[in-house]
C-alpha cells in the first residue's frame, strides 16, 4: 500500500470517521493526552476485553488504510494476519495478570512490563506487513484492579510497522503462524501451565471443551477456573493427586481418564514444557472421547450379547428343547468318540421309547404328551450315573449311552421299573411303559451306527414280546426283523395277486336264539399255512396294505353273503375297520359305494372299530362314521376295555353296539364269580341306548353267565369259529343249535 492510498481526510470530515474521543479516565490523569496520541508515529488502538476497538488514532488509520469510523466498534482480529489474531488476547490475558491496584477507583496506571509481541498486520487491500505490538492495560469503574470487582479493564495497543528492519525473518512468522494455526486448529484443548501453577496460555478448543468463560479466565483468578473445572468432575480428587503427582515430579508424563458428570469422557495427557533442556512448565491436552468410548461401549455390549447368544446357540445345538437332555447329534458325537477311544471299555447303548405314547397325545392333548416326556427324562437321568448320556432322539424315543459300566443290564431293569410309578398330568394319572433294547460292543468290532441297529432290533423285540420291558440284543433278533420285512413283502404279493380270503364267524342273539350276524375276518394262507391276523393285520397297518385289504373284505362280504341276508332284513354284515382305512377322506364314499353297487342295505352293515381311532385330534374320523351312520350302517366298539377309554365317554362317541374283549370274557370260569366290573359295562351300555356283544366265548358257562347279565350278543367258539363261505351254512346251524341249548329251546331254528 502507498502512501497515496491513506485517507487524507481530517478526522471528522469523512462520513464514516468518527470523533477521535479520547477516554475521559486517561485525559484526566494525563494533560493533553489527546495531542500526545495523534503526534504518536505507531498505531494507537484501544480495545476492550470482548476485542471490540474503541478508539484508534491517525496513524492506525494510515497503517491498516482504514477510516477511522471503520475501525471503532469493529474486532480487532480482522487488522491480524491468521496465526497471529490471538496474539493480543494472549497479550492482554498477561498484561491483566500483571496489573496491580492500590484500591483507586480512577486510577488508570498503566504497566508494560510485559514484552512486545511479535505479529503480521493485515491492510485494507489485503497485504499484509511484520509489526511489534506493545500494550498497556487500564481499568476504568470502579473496584480494584484485578477484576474481582465492578472494573471493566482495556488495552492500549501501539503497533509498530517494523518490516524495514533487515532483520525480518520469514522463516520465524512462518513458525509462528504454524504453531498458532496448529495450536487453534486442533480437536484437542491445550493448556499450559508454568512452573509456578500459573495458566500461560490456552486455546479456543480448551475453552470450549470446558466451557470455561473467556471472562473468568481474562480475571487470572486460576483458583476459581480450578474450582469450575473440579465441579465438573466425577472423582475431583483423583484429578487434583495426578495434579500434584505430576509437579511433584517435573519431568514426568503420564495419560489417564477424566469422567465427568454429564456423562462425557475426556483423556488427558500432560508432558513437560522444556526450553533448552529447562522444564519451564508443564503442557496439558484434553480429548474428547465420549463418542468413542460410547461405541467401545456398545461394541463390548454386543460382544457379551454375541458371546451369549453364541453359548446359548451352542447349548441348543447339543440339547433337546423340550427336556434338556442331550440330542441326537451330541448323542452320536459322544458314541463315536467312546467307540474310538474306549481301548477295550465296556460301551453300552440302551435305545427306548414308550408303550402306545401317542394314545396320551390323543386322549390329553399335546401338553400332557411334553409334560410325560420332560418327567421320563428326569426318571432317566436319575437312573444313571452323571458321566453316562442320556439323549432324546426325538418324539417319544430316548438313549443312554453308558461308558465302563459293570452292570448295563441292571440300570435297564432299573430304568423299566423307573416307568411303572404314576405319573399325575393335570389332575390324571397315568401308568406310562416303555419298551428297552440294550445293545453292546463284544468281540467284534462294530460301528456307531451298527450298534444303534442292534439295540433298535432289541427294542422291536421287546415290543413284540409284550412291552413295558427290556431285552438285550441277541443275533436270532436279526433274524425276527428279516421276517418281519420278509413278511411285509410277502403280504404285498399276496395282496397284488388276490390271495387274502374271508372268513365269516356268527355272532348269535340271546334274546331270539338265532344267528342274526355274521363278521367277515380277513385271512391269509401263505404256502399252505393261515398266517395269523395278530401278525399281518399290524404289517398291513404299518405298510399301509389295509387300505386295500379291508375293501377286499367288505366287496367279498358284500357278494358272498347278500343272499342270506336278504332272507332277513334284520341280519346284518360286520366288518372290521382300522384307523388308518378311516383317515382316507373318501371312506365313507367308498363304502356306500361298495353296499350300492352290491345291492346291500346300508342299514345291514356294522362297521366294527377300535375305541384307538377317537383318540385322533382330527374330527374327520368322527365325521366319516356320522356320514355311515346317517345312511343307516351302525358303528361297533370293538376290544373294549383294553384301552384308555371310560364308559364316561361313550356318551359322546358316535357308536350304537358295544364289544366287550375277550379278556374279560376269560375271567368267567365257573359261571358263579363275582364280576362287578362285567355287571357294570353291560349296564352302563345299555343306559346309554348301546347294545353289548360278548366276543371270546368258549364255554356253556360264560354264555350262562353273560345272558344272565343281559347280554344281547355272543360270539365265539362255542358257537363257531371262522369259516370260509363254503362251509357258512353248517357253522351257523351248529350255532343255532348251541345257543338253542344255552336257551332251552325245543326247536333249534335257524334259517
Known sequence: MTASSYPEEAPGTDPNTVPNTVPQEISAAVPGYGDLVESSPDALLVVAEDGTIKMVNTAAERMFGYARGELVGSDHRMLLAEGFRNGLERLFFNLRRGAHTDGDAAAAETDTDTAPVEAYGVRRDGT????????????????????????????????????????????????????SATLESTADGILVVSSEGE????????????????????????????????????????????????????????????????????????????????????????????????????ITRAMADLAAQSAQLKALAFRDGLTGLSNRQLFNDRLASALADRHGGAVDVLLLDLDDFKEVNDILGHHAGDQMLIEVGRRLRACVRPSDIVARLGGDEFVVLLLDSLEPEAVAARIVDSLRVPVWIDGTMLRPSLSLGLASIGESA???????????????????????????????MMKALVDRNDLEAGLRHAVDNGQIAVHYQPIVSAGSGTVTKVEALARWVRDGALVPPKHFIPAAERSGLIVEIGTEVLLRGCTELKPWLDEDSSRSLAVNVSGVQLQHGDFAELVLAVTESCGVDPRQLVLEVTESVFFEDDCHVIQQLMTLRAAGARVALDDFGTGFSSLGRLQGLPVDTLKIDQSFVSMINSGTEQLPILNAMIGMAHGLGLTVTAEGVETAAQAGYLMKLHCDSLQGFLFSGPQPEATLQPALDRAALAIAALRGDRVPGNR
Not at 234 to 244: G, I, L
Not at 254 to 265: A, C, K, V
Open 128 to 179: 499484509e506487513f511484520q509489526a511489534e505490538v506493545a500494550g498497556s492495560i487500564f481499568f476504568t469503574g470502579t473496584g480494584p484492579r484485578d477484576g474481582t470487582g465492578n472494573g471493566s479493564a482495556s488495552m492500549i495497543a501501539a503497533v509498530r510497522d517494523t518490516s524495514h528492519r533487515p532483520e525480518n525473518d520469514d522463516s520465524l512468522r512462518e513458525a509462528m503462524s504454524l504453531l
Open 199 to 298: 495458566i500461560a496460555g490456552v486455546n479456543n478448543q480448551f475453552l470450549t471443551m470446558w466451557g470455561i468463560p473467556r471472562e473468568m479466565l481474562a480475571t487470572g483468578d486460576d483458583e476459581a477456573v480450578m474450582a469450575f473445572v473440579l465441579d465438573q468432575l466425577r472423582d475431583p480428587a483423583q484429578f487434583v493427586e495426578k495434579v500434584e503427582a505430576l509437579y511433584a515430579d517435573p519431568a514426568a508424563e503420564s495419560h489417564d481418564i477424566l469422567e465427568f458428570r454429564d456423562g462425557r469422557t475426556f483423556e488427558r495427557y500432560s508432558r513437560p514444557q522444556k526450553v533448552a533442556e529447562q522444564v519451564v512448565g508443564r503442557v496439558w491436552s484434553f480429548r474428547d472421547v465420549t463418542a468413542a468410548k460410547v461405541a467401545q461401549d456398545r
Open 446 to 476: 462294530v460301528d456307531a451306527s451298527e450298534l444303534l441297529r442292534r439295540a433298535d432290533v432289541a427294542m422291536y423285540a421287546a415290543k413284540a414280546a409284550g412291552k413295558n420291558r427290556y431285552m438285550r440284543f441277541k443275533p436270532e
